[in-house]
């Protein structure tokens, strides 16, 4: 089944065509890349994906439902969530506080308890807790829920950043490059979390420059350049398609 569906997806920023009828569907519990150029538009994809930006035309559809243009909090309640490209915690909270308020946005007791602190409240609180700590053990951070968030290693940042992602408790997770500026072991290592979600029942697509995480993961590969879709496939096929070579050349070669 497909869980996502984006069709003819369109965004214009004036004369700059970020995405341009972009189509592709996102099976059910499969780890999906996007790849392309710097200013491809990979970005701008996630952010229509997640309501950060309106598209200029087309349309998603998650589940079967039309969930064009919904809000970022609305996105996230219908089971999206996502990381961001440049990290974005809350530095001044510990490792545990950053994943609750994620979670925070799904506690059923809401703003009335959260004000009278009753019971439901504090059961809930508990159980957003223990959680918590399991999104964290899923990332490898178990042992640092009471760090403050600034000291945490760079590394470690990018895994909290996948942790609150989780808290928000997603059926798609979008990862905007997550290996971004990690050396290869700490690569790998997010390569099996990715794994990890994956058997989870969680469907990934994630944004990497990484070539061989890119190609060692993914079931399928998105190719963007200048907002166009070129080309999609298996790793095998992208590796070998000459539009795909074209687009990367004088960028590095493809793994
Ligand atoms: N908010 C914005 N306003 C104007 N132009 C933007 C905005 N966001 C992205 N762009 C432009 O859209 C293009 C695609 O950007 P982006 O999606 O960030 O690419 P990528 O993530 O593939 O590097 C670039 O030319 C970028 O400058
Ligand atoms: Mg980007």
Redesign the pocket.
């Known amino acids: 089944m497909h869980l996502l569906e984006v069709r003819g997806l369109t965004k214009h920023?004036?004369g700059?065509k970020?995405l341009e009828e972009v189509d592709f569907r996102v099976e059910e519990n499969s780890i999906v890349s996007v790849i392309?150029?710097?200013?491809?538009?990979?970005?701008?994809?996630f952010?229509c994906l997640t309501g950060l930006?309106r598209p200029t035309k087309g349309r998603i559809h998650l589940e079967g439902a039309d969930i064009t243009g919904s809000s970022p909090h609305r996105a996230v309640r219908l089971g999206i969530a996502r990381t961001f490209?440049n990290i974005r915690l809350f530095r001044e909270m510990t490792v545990l506080e950053n994943v609750l308020v994620s979670q925070h946005l799904r506690i059923r007791s809401g703003l009335f308890g959260v004000l009278f602190r009753n019971r439901n409240f504090l059961r809930d609180e508990k159980e957003a807790v223990e959680r918590g700590l399991e999104y964290l053990a899923l990332v490898g951070l178990e042992g640092a829920a009471d760090v403050t968030s600034f000291n945490l290693p760079y590394g470690d940042q990018r895994r909290l950043e996948i942790a609150r992602a989780l808290a928000a408790e997603p059926t798609l997770l979008l990862l905007d490059e997550p290996t971004a500026g990690m050396n290869p072991h700490e690569t790998s290592e997010i390569m099996e979390i990715i794994w990890k979600l994956q058997k989870l029942g969680k469907t990934i697509v994630l944004?990497e420059h990484d070539m061989r995480l890119v190609m060692g993961i993914s079931e399928s590969i998105i190719v963007?350049n200048h907002?166009v879709k070129i080309a999609e496939g298996p790793p095998e096929a992208i590796r070998k398609d000459s539009l795909v070579i074209e687009a990367y050349l004088g960028k590095g070669t493809l793994a």
């Open positions: 920023f004036g700059v970020a392309g150029p710097n200013g491809a538009g990979k970005t701008t994809l952010n930006t490209q944004i963007l907002g």
